[in-house]
C-alpha cells in the first residue's frame, strides 16, 4: 500500500523502530509534481552496493524524510508500507519467535 507521507505517519513508524528509509525516485510528468518519491520504511542499514532492484539509495528515518514530510514543491512524496499477516504459524512456545507472534499480530515488511 502506497500512503502519502505525513510527520504523524513518519512518528508512527519512528516509534515502532524504523531507523532507515529506502528510496525510489522517478520522474513523471503530472501537472502536480515533477518528481514522485517512494520511501519504503527498514529497521536496518541497508547497504548501499546490494539495494532492492529499483532502489536509488536510503535515508536515516530522521533526517531527511522528516523534511520530506513537511513538503518539497513540485514532489509527491510516498511511503510505502504493507501490513501482512506474520508468517510464524503455529505456536513455538519457548522461542523468540513465539514472544514476537503474541505481542504483535501483524508486521511490516
Same mark, same amino acid.
Given at each position: 500500500?502506497? $500512503? @502519502?507521507?505525513?510527520?504523524h505517519?513518519?512518528?508512527?513508524?519512528?516509534?515502532r &523502530? !524504523?531507523?532507515?528509509?529506502?528510496?525510489? *525516485? #522517478?520522474?513523471?510528468?503530472?501537472?502536480?509534481?515533477?518528481?514522485?518519491?517512494?520511501? $519504503? @520504511?527498514?529497521?536496518?542499514?541497508?547497504?548501499?552496493?546490494?539495494?532492492?532492484? &529499483? !532502489?536509488?539509495?536510503?535515508?536515516?528515518? *530522521? #533526517?531527511?524524510?522528516?523534511?520530506?514530510?513537511?513538503?518539497?514543491?513540485?514532489?509527491?512524496?510516498?511511503?510505502?508500507?504493507?501490513?501482512?499477516?506474520?508468517?510464524?504459524?503455529?505456536?513455538?512456545?519457548?522461542?523468540?519467535?513465539?514472544?514476537?507472534?503474541?505481542?504483535?499480530?501483524?508486521?511490516?515488511?
Amino acid at each position: 500500500m502506497k $500512503t @502519502p507521507l505525513t510527520p504523524h505517519l513518519l512518528g508512527f513508524l519512528i516509534e515502532r &523502530g !524504523y531507523t532507515y528509509c529506502l528510496a525510489k *525516485t #522517478r520522474s513523471t510528468s503530472k501537472l502536480s509534481a515533477s518528481v514522485i518519491i517512494t520511501l $519504503t @520504511p527498514v529497521k536496518e542499514k541497508p547497504m548501499l552496493e546490494t539495494l532492492p532492484l &529499483g !532502489y536509488d539509495t536510503y535515508f536515516r528515518i *530522521t #533526517r531527511e524524510p522528516m523534511q520530506m514530510a513537511c513538503g518539497i514543491d513540485d514532489t509527491e512524496i510516498y511511503i510505502s508500507i504493507d501490513l501482512k499477516r506474520n508468517r510464524y504459524a503455529g505456536d513455538r512456545s519457548g522461542s523468540r519467535v513465539a514472544e514476537i507472534i503474541k505481542q504483535n499480530n501483524f508486521a511490516f515488511e
